[in-house]
């Protein structure tokens, strides 16, 4: 072999050495994905072992599943994550109200029948803001699946509810009466509000959130996609005495994490769990509405906690026995 030739070989295996290479995925790298379900393309993240006991992941509004990205990789270690983005939000189809009925009962049947189409049979819900609607309404149908709740802010109860809900009230009776009602909770003086609340620590709290959530809010048909739901909420009040029987009736397991500076629903609707579940843990953090801008790592470590002392990998029923 002469020495030119010889250097090209070690120039080659060079180049060889140096070339990008596949890096494969571990648990707790999340990973991005879509499929249609009920006609509407649908966006959600997953991390974790497939394996794994399922954690079903519901966020509020006006946020997406993008709310969970602190927690995700915080509990992928030990846990499997779904977190859908629900039609109208995030990455997910916005169609028209003309095409898709945008109603709480909606949002809850396209999010089990995405569950169904992932194979998912039990898992934990997590629940936030308007994942509380939307998770209540697939327990109450389906509650041989439901695990475990996980209940982040998301307001069941009479006492939960903020001075602010009285005006609200006032415009499901009119809505023509009272359209101020609606551009507040579409501005993105709302958005950013329903962040900070009044927490005292500003500067935990990213304005890249309330921007992001703004843009979406802006997208030309949001408006009337977010006034039907807004209006529908009333349905959701008219329902808190259902969810509360079913809380009684089946007794989940329960941990409840409840930011005390979100002036929407306060912290009287996290105590009043105590009411229907009497062996529900209650945990009131400095945080607002959404307690994974404050608190991510609390969060964190509170749910695992609580689902390690509840669930089992091995025990089929997904319960440890009463210790």
């Known amino acids: 072999m002469t020495s030119g030739t010889l250097l090209a070989g070690l120039a080659a295996a060079s180049i060889a050495s140096t070339s990008p290479q ?15 379900v009920d006609g509407v393309s649908i966006f959600y993240r997953e991390a974790g072992p497939k394996d794994a006991p399922t954690i079903v992941l519901l966020h509020g509004y006006p946020s997406s599943s993008r709310m969970y990205d602190p927690l995700l990789p915080l509990l992928a270690d030990r846990y499997h994550l779904i977190a859908p983005d629900y039609p109208g939000f995030g990455h997910s189809d916005a169609p028209p109200p003309s095409q898709y009925c945008y109603t709480f009962d909606h949002l809850a049947e396209t999010t089990h029948n995405l569950l169904t189409k992932l194979g998912v049979g039990q898992y934990v819900l997590f629940m936030q803001d308007y994942g509380g609607p939307v998770g209540f309404r697939i327990a109450l149908a389906h509650p041989e699946q439901v695990r475990a709740l ?52 500003v500067e935990r709290y990213s304005p890249d959130t309330w921007m992001d959530e703004y843009a ?14 807004f209006y529908d909420y009333r349905t959701n009040v008219a329902s808190y005495p259902a969810w509360q029987a079913w809380m009684r009736e089946h007794k989940p397991p329960t941990l409840v994490i409840w930011g005390r500076y979100d002036p929407s629903f306060i912290v009287p609707g996290a105590e009043a769990y105590k009411r229907d579940l009497p062996d529900a843990e209650i945990r009131i953090l ?5 307690a994974l801008d404050e608190q991510a790592d609390e969060v964190a470590r509170l749910t695992r906690d609580f689902l390690e002392h509840h669930l089992s990998p091995r025990d089929p029923t997904g319960m440890q026995r009463a210790r």
Not at 22 to 36: C, G, I, K, L, N
Not at 157 to 175: F, H, N, Q, T
């Open 22 to 36: 596949a890096v494969p995925s571990v648990s707790v790298t999340t990973t991005y994905h879509r499929t249609e």
């Open 286 to 290: 400095d945080a607002g509405h959404f």
């Open 216 to 229: 979406m809010l802006s997208r030309p048909g949001s408006r009337e996609i977010q006034g039907a739901l």
């Open 150 to 201: 996980i209940v982040q802010n998301a307001n069941a109860y009479a006492e939960g509810l903020g001075v602010k809900w009285k005006g609200i009230a006032d415009y499901w009776r009119d809505p023509a009466a009272h359209p101020g009602q609606l551009d507040a909770f579409t501005s993105l003086e709302g958005a950013k509000q329903r962040h900070l609340g009044n927490s005292p620590n």
